[in-house]
């Protein structure tokens, strides 16, 4: 429900990292378990660059699955679902290690004003 | 064209925002609470109750999200505690800069405990970490014993929950032991109360929890 103010956040994150040039294309990690709905954030992208160096971007979405750590039997990987806890010993409250991510790994940036 | 290795947080700039919050309660002694819950769970009952029960003991304040209008604050007010009320403007969850505005409002030091009632919302504010000591959540009997294994996110974060209006389970079909069990198998720490803010049932655990956890912070001043 907050991804335009998460777009937000991520236009700032990115305007600071382009050195100037102008943002072509947007790679985010996003965990399963996070919040944010990745077509809404695509439907906030349209809107919340306008008129900065980002504006007409693509963003692109890689869904990272959620990867839990048994303190019991010390299991690591992905489980059913977190509910479902360790797969192999059946321990509940798994520890999360992967699966909350909401990050901008890199950025494309074009090299002259003219790309 | 060329590609830049970014590599950061879209929450990074909130949590570094959450953490100096934190810093200051820490070095204040002053014990943070988050209440989160969906609309209408009862989280401003339960802090009018609590505010009255407690504010004999300790000095209590209380931060209000709300999207909109001031009614929140208005109660909890009335119930004997400062407030300050934070208006989202239509957002969905609180965030670590609006409580960071308006820290310096409150001589932190004087104070034993901060309430902070989010925007009533199962999804978004489990996402924002406000530099709180403990998450709290309510859960009410009217919404359905299906809300933890719908929004694991928020329970799994909590350290304590209240199953709230328990004075109407005799009307509803709400499945208690269903709704526990969900809630425990995210979260095998998770302290829960079963109360009745109306009729004040249950209260008291909740409040001997809340008088621990002050007197925890308050021991590492
Ligand atoms: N029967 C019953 N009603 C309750 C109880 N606690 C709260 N209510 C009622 O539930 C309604 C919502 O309570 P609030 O305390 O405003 O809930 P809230 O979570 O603060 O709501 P929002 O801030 O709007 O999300 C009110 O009409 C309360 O009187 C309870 O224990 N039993
Ligand atoms: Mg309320
Ligand atoms: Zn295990």
């Known amino acids: ?115 | 064209m060329h590609q830049i290795d970014v590599g950061s947080s879209i929450l990074a700039h909130n949590d570094a925002l959450a953490m100096h919050n934190r810093e200051h309660f820490i070095e204040e002694g002053v014990y943070v609470l988050n209440l989160m819950s969906g609309p209408g769970a009862g989280k401003t009952t339960i802090l009018e109750q609590t505010v009255r029960a407690l504010s004999g003991k300790y000095r209590i304040a209380v931060i209000e999200g709300d999207v909109q209008t001031s009614q929140d604050a208005d109660r909890v007010a009335a119930a004997g505690a400062p407030v300050i009320q934070i208006n989202t403007g239509g957002a969905c969850h609180l965030d670590a800069r609006q409580i960071h505005d308006n820290l310096h409002t409150f001589a932190l030091d004087a104070l034993d405990l901060l309430i902070i009632e989010n925007v009533g919302n199962l999804v978004c504010p489990a996402e924002f970490d406000l530099g709180e000591h403990d998450k709290v959540m309510v859960l009410s009997t009217t919404e359905g014993a299906d809300k933890p294994s719908k929004y694991p996110v928020m329970f799994h974060e909590a350290r304590a929950m209240l199953l709230n209006k328990i004075d109407l389970l005799p009307y509803l079909d709400f499945d208690t032991e269903k709704a526990l069990r969900d809630a425990r198998a995210l979260n095998l720490d998770l302290d829960i109360f079963q109360v009745s803010a109306r009729t004040g049932a249950g209260m008291e655990g909740w409040y001997a929890w809340l008088e621990q956890r002050i007197a925890k912070v308050r021991a590492s001043r």
């Open chain 1, 1 to 115: 429900m907050h991804e335009a103010s998460v777009a937000k956040d991520l236009l700032d994150l990115v305007l600071a990292a382009c050195g100037g040039q102008r943002i072509l294309r947007v790679g985010l990690e996003l965990g399963e378990l996070s919040t944010v709905v990745p077509d809404a954030l695509r439907f906030a992208w349209e809107v919340v660059p306008a008129g900065t160096l980002a504006e007409g971007s693509a963003v692109d979405i890689a869904r990272i699955p959620v990867r839990v750590r048994c303190p019991s039997c010390s299991f690591t990987g992905h489980p059913v679902s977190i509910f479902e806890g360790c797969p192999r010993c059946g321990t509940i409250s798994v520890e999360v290690l992967a699966g909350r991510e909401l990050r901008v790994t890199t950025i494309e940036v074009a090299d002259h004003a003219s790309d």
